[in-house]
C-alpha cells in the first residue's frame, strides 16, 4: 500500500493535477518489479491510475515507479 509518495504525504503546491500521485496514498498494488538503481520498485496499482487523471506511461500498464520506502506491506 502507498504511505507517501517520493517521501511525503502531499503534493506541493504547483503540482500538476496529472502529475499529483499522492492522490493514490492509501491505494493497493503488487510489486511486478525488483528495486532499480534509484531505490524504485515497480508497482502495478488495484485502481486504474489513468482514470484518476494521472500520467503513467510506464512499461507495465498501470503502474509507477515507486520509492520502497513508500510502501507499507499489508
Known sequence: MLR??????SAPADCH???N?????GE?????????ENKRV???F???VAALGLHCHNPV?????ILESD???I
Do not use: H, M
Request: proline share 5%; no cysteine; hydrophobic share 45%.
Open 17 to 19: 493535477p496529472r502529475e
Open 61 to 65: 500498464a498501470n503502474s509507477l515507479y
Open 28 to 36: 493497493a498494488g503488487v510489486i511486478v518489479e525488483a528495486i532499480n
Open 42 to 44: 515497480l508497482v502495478k
Open 4 to 9: 507517501s509518495f517520493n517521501g511525503t504525504i
Open 21 to 25: 500521485y499522492w492522490r493514490l496514498i
Open 71 to 73: 510502501l507499507e506491506k
Open 46 to 48: 488495484d485502481r486504474p
